[in-house]
């Protein structure tokens, strides 16, 4: 599908942290304020249907975690059900996530994964404490999945089905049936565009447009012991993947053009959209995605000035685009850092020492910077790996010695730190954003 520009497009803002939900959260707070909002799933619905047939917009190619909940617990009677609620509810925190989560976290035994809250909690959701919810029996939902041909809770499924299921239902809301119809609309335009290239293959009038996954993190909705509590996990929504795929009864093969609504487990690298105001969601910026070029662009606006100048050994060089930077150092055998810090203002090459530096690992470049001064040649203060691959007796790079100048005076963060900076961030896409 012939994808379109990824500028700018409606009141939303995508941001993604690499040390996961609670600082791209905290970064979504200061960007709103308190006029806006941590979007729901029914929020990235809203949005993929106000850019339906614009695939490169973030609302479809991006994935997102969202302020969506999903929990499993037990009514009063005994009963298994699912319960949905978005924007609501014992999560609609971050204190209330981090609660939940802590399950998982917390646990030192590592035997525990997910999220849980109390029993209490999840009665109180049931009976509409916070505000509406939609309830799916599980038992029901089993069933339908083990006569399904179409693996409703294990693999990618039709449209039609996807239209009927009262799971998409509660995790989409309430324009859910509008989305199915977009995005089997845009399944077609992309079988289509791909018949130009492949030759005609079989129609696909009822293309696979969702993958309803539950818990992949060895939760189980039907077994797990729920230790007088409920499951809890926040939802999240994939970008739009095209997968090959076979008719039911394996005669023809096909491209799936779908996406993954599934649970949300505690790991690095989160992305959330915040909107900016009370409307409904129309769009998201793709955010700081491109965190290498708004660098390579933006450096010296992030840079902040050094009060102790610092004293350098031996180091590490990585570049920016067209500059130099020491990266920011390690500590003991470990593998080098790849952020810059302080950038170098003059460098010259340095000969006599060896092309290559080989350490005795197997998966990891791990060394110590000890290991590089004692093969550095004279005069040498800087180095530079590239080429890394296997050699010898484990892994090698070529290696390159220099002797640099450094400005001590300003520093770069560390990409975390950056990463939190909003409001240089927001400041520099502002800039780019009027240039374009």
């Given at each position: 599908?012939?994808?379109?520009?990824?500028?700018?497009?409606?009141?939303?803002?995508?941001?993604?942290?690499?040390?996961?939900?609670?600082?791209?959260?905290?970064?979504?707070?200061?960007?709103?304020?308190?006029?806006?909002?941590?979007?729901?799933?029914?929020?990235?619905?809203?949005?993929?249907?106000?850019?339906?047939?614009?695939?490169?917009?973030?609302?479809?190619?991006?994935?997102?975690?969202?302020?969506?909940?999903?929990?499993?617990?037990?009514?009063?009677?005994?009963?298994?059900?699912?319960?949905?609620?978005?924007?609501?509810?014992?999560?609609?925190?971050?204190?209330?996530?981090?609660?939940?989560?802590?399950?998982?976290?917390?646990?030192?035994?590592?035997?525990?994964?997910?999220?849980?809250?109390?029993?209490?909690?999840?009665?109180?959701?049931?009976?509409?404490?916070?505000?509406?919810?939609?309830?799916?029996?599980?038992?029901?939902?089993?069933?339908?999945?083990?006569?399904?041909?179409?693996?409703?809770?294990?693999?990618?499924?039709?449209?039609?089905?996807?239209?009927?299921?009262?799971?998409?239902?509660?995790?989409?809301?309430?324009?859910?049936?509008?989305?199915?119809?977009?995005?089997?609309?845009?399944?077609?335009?992309?079988?289509?565009?791909?018949?130009?290239?492949?030759?005609?293959r079989p129609f696909q009038n009822d293309p696979r447009i969702l993958a309803l996954r539950l818990p992949c993190n060895g939760v189980s909705y039907r077994y797990s012991e729920l230790d007088d509590g409920a499951i809890a996990h926040l939802l999240s929504i994939g970008q739009l993947e095209a997968c090959s795929d076979e008719d039911e009864d394996r005669r023809h093969r096909f491209t799936s053009l779908y996406s993954d609504v599934s649970t949300h487990g505690w790991h690095d690298g989160t992305r959330l959209?915040?909107?900016?105001?009370?409307?409904?969601?129309?769009?998201?910026?793709?955010?700081?995605?491109?965190?290498?070029?708004?660098?390579?662009?933006?450096?010296?606006?992030?840079?902040?000035?050094?009060?102790?100048?610092?004293?350098?050994?031996?180091?590490?060089?990585?570049?920016?685009?067209?500059?130099?930077f020491t990266q920011h150092p390690k500590k003991g055998e470990v593998m080098d850092t790849g952020e810059p810090e302080f950038l170098v203002t003059k460098m010259e090459p340095v000969a006599g020492g060896p092309g290559h530096f080989t350490v005795e690992e197997d998966f990891f470049f791990r060394y110590g910077v000890k290991d590089i001064e004692r093969i550095a040649p004279l005069g040498a203060n800087a180095y530079a790996l590239s080429g890394f691959g296997r050699g010898g007796d484990g892994l090698m790079a070529s290696i390159e010695f220099f002797r640099v100048e450094v400005d001590t005076s300003r520093r770069l963060p560390r990409k975390s730190e950056i990463l939190s900076d909003v409001d240089t961030l927001t400041r520099v896409l502002e800039k780019d954003e009027k240039a374009a």
């Open positions: 599908m012939k994808k379109t520009s990824a500028k700018f497009h409606g009141n939303g803002m995508a941001f993604y942290h690499t040390d996961g939900l609670v600082p791209a959260y905290k970064n979504v707070t200061a960007f709103t304020g308190s006029k806006g909002r941590f979007a729901t799933l029914p929020d990235i619905i809203n949005a993929r249907i106000a850019t339906a047939g614009k695939p490169g917009l973030s609302p479809w190619c991006r994935y997102f975690t969202t302020a969506t909940a999903e929990y499993v617990g037990e009514t009063a009677g005994g009963n298994r059900i699912i319960i949905v609620a978005h924007g609501i509810g014992p999560m609609s925190t971050l204190d209330g996530v981090m609660q939940a989560y802590s399950y998982h976290f917390k646990d030192r035994t590592r035997n525990r994964v997910g999220g849980r809250i109390s029993r209490e909690e999840f009665l109180k959701l049931e009976s509409g404490h916070y505000g509406d919810v939609s309830i799916v029996d599980l038992a029901e939902l089993l069933r339908r999945d083990e006569e399904s041909k179409n693996h409703l809770l294990h693999g990618r499924v039709r449209a039609s089905v996807a239209a009927t299921e009262p799971l998409v239902a509660a995790r989409l809301g309430a324009r859910f049936a509008e989305y199915i119809k977009a995005h089997t609309a845009m399944a077609h335009l992309y079988l289509k565009q791909e018949e130009e290239t492949t030759g005609p959209a915040a909107v900016r105001d009370g409307n409904p969601l129309t769009g998201i910026h793709p955010g700081f995605d491109r965190y290498d070029a708004i660098l390579e662009k933006h450096w010296a606006e992030f840079t902040k000035p050094v009060a102790q100048t610092p004293v350098l050994g031996i180091t590490s060089l990585t570049d920016v685009g067209e500059r130099w």
